[in-house]
């Protein structure tokens, strides 16, 4: 009788191994004889510029791109098509940042109640409790959210505010008020949705809005120091009702936002695309451009289609936001463009004023200033004609710094100085305010308003009429009226904002010091 065979399977192992192995070389060698190949000197063969040619190996920042005469392996096509996407979603967030800011701010109106029907008034002023991009204290602010899906909307704008309309895009539609074409005196807009055929009739100032969703925002000014006169001629005088109605109808309801939590910041990772994503479906396609939508679509953000990314698309998406979110705090706090610079061996910018020529759109001789738009609606909000705008004596000019005199950024935990020279150059009033290099907003300190400015009660003017005001964690003795308060472990920027600037202002001939260290 015959002994049944025993197998040891380390043994069968090692020989399967070393049949696959033997396979495997076996094909490699096949391959790279393939590739040593030269092919044969053809009756039509001429010499070919290299330049016009791919090599079977190149050496790129992804890596080792494989070719065979000039086709991708599958390990290239993966490799590359990974990049693509992730590409087109770090380039969709630098550049649809204002859309998703409009998604933010809708949702933080629509949390005090419903479109058309819900101001948010900040009557006492806006304080660091409410997260909105680079505001002042300084302001009184009325926030709106405006909605033409049902049809054209009037609006009854108040006098002698600066008042906006920007679409969901965050393009400027019209403006109102001092720079608008009701000339400070308050009007009536007529506001048309997209596609509009109908009727329009006279009585009205008319503007037409690509998008259904608009942000109807204006400011007005303190009266002595005092909000109050502000905010009661905005609550007696704003009014939105659709046409063909009259005031009677307007349904608004006034919301102090003032001391109230509410975000209107947008989201910095995955969240950032479905932001968007909000924007393209309630919105028509010719309100963006074809080139936008394309990049958008090829992330699995279309119109009339869900966006469901699988797993895949989710985690480049998630790498796209992170590095969109650091690039553009990269252009934010480290702008690269010299001309934005306002002073020799200077930190303070700012990237419209800076770049001579260019309009309101962050255009320049038709080119687009790509750094200066992603830098402009990461850090703030609001696009109006007003922006270039050179109004001695009217209007308002503002200077930004990120960094102290040595070119460090600024801590919390140090001590800081700005020395305002004699003759600070402004008709109305100038205001210094401390932001959150996290949100972009008013930091959040013990100090109800992080700000100093010539409207403060008690701020300490010296005898030749400079000013100092003083930042960091504790008052500094003897100047405690001047000073504004810094977080320990939190880094923080500021803004320098002139009411009204005067030509020395303009012409350089009056300069503020740097963020200097107080050591």
């Not at 000339?183 to 109908?198: D, E, Q």
């Not at 008319?206 to 001629?233: C, I, M, Q």
């Not at 210094?432 to 013990?446: E, G, I, K, P």
């Amino acid at each position: 009788m015959n002994k049944p065979t025993i197998y040891r399977m380390d043994i069968v192992m090692k020989a399967t191994r070393r049949h696959i192995l033997a396979a495997a070389l076996a094909g490699l060698l096949a391959v790279t004889a393939a590739h040593a190949q030269t092919a044969p000197k053809m009756k039509m063969t001429t010499d070919i510029p290299p330049e016009i040619t791919t090599p079977d190996t190149v050496e790129t920042r992804l890596g080792t791109l494989r070719f065979f005469d000039g086709f991708p392996d599958a390990a290239t096509v993966q490799k590359v098509y990974d990049n693509l996407d992730f590409q087109r979603g770090v380039q969709a967030f630098l550049t649809c940042v204002p859309g998703a800011s409009q998604v933010a701010i809708r949702h933080g109106i629509r949390s005090f109640g419903p479109d058309n029907q819900t101001v948010v008034l900040f009557e006492n002023l806006m304080d660091s409790k409410s997260l909105f991009l680079t505001a002042n204290t300084e302001s009184v602010y009325a926030w709106s959210w405006l909605n033409l899906k049902d049809g054209p909307m009037v609006i009854e704008t108040p006098p002698n505010v600066l008042g906006v309309i920007d679409d969901f895009w965050f393009r400027n539609v019209i403006d109102f008020g001092l720079v608008g074409p009701d000339k400070g005196k308050g009007g009536k807009f007529l506001i048309l949705p997209p596609g509009y055929k109908g009727e329009i009739p006279a009585g009205y100032i008319v503007a037409h809005s690509p998008t259904f969703n608009n942000l109807v925002f204006w400011r007005g000014s303190l009266v002595n120091g005092d909000p109050k006169p502000a905010a009661e001629s905005t609550k007696k005088t704003f009014r939105v009702y659709p046409l063909g109605k009259d005031a009677g109808a307007s349904k608004v309801t006034f919301v102090n936002g003032s001391g109230k939590e509410m975000n209107t910041i947008h989201a910095n990772d995955f969240t950032f695309y479905e932001e968007i994503n909000q924007v393209v479906q309630e919105e028509p396609s010719d309100a963006m451009d074809p080139e936008t939508l394309g990049a958008l679509a090829y992330i699995g953000i279309e119109k009339g289609k869900p966006f469901a990314p699988d797993a895949r698309m989710k985690q480049i998406l998630t790498d796209a936001a992170a590095v969109g979110n650091a690039t553009a705090r990269a252009i934010t706090f480290d702008f690269r463009h010299k001309e934005a610079y306002l002073y020799p061996n200077s930190a303070w910018h700012n990237i419209v004023l800076g770049f001579e020529g260019a309009d309101y759109t962050l255009v320049r001789n038709g080119v687009r200033l790509l750094d200066s738009r992603t830098y402009y609606f990461y850090y703030a909000t609001i696009q109006t004609p007003a922006m270039v705008m050179k109004m001695v004596g009217a209007g308002s000019q503002y200077l930004m710094s990120f960094k102290d005199g040595d070119g460090q950024r600024l801590d919390g935990s140090k001590n800081y100085r700005v020395h305002l020279p004699p003759n600070i150059p402004v008709k109305n009033f100038w205001s210094l305010v401390v932001y959150d290099n996290q949100t972009r907003s008013m930091l959040q300190t013990d100090q109800q308003f992080p700000s100093m400015g010539s409207q403060r009660k008690g701020i300490v003017t010296n005898p030749d009429t400079s000013v100092d005001v003083y930042f960091g964690p504790t008052a500094p003795a003897g100047h405690e009226a001047n000073w504004v308060q810094t977080v320990p472990g939190k880094g923080w920027n500021l803004i320098l904002r002139l009411y009204g600037p005067l030509e020395p202002f303009f012409d350089k001939t009056w300069r503020p010091s740097e963020i200097e260290l107080v050591k």
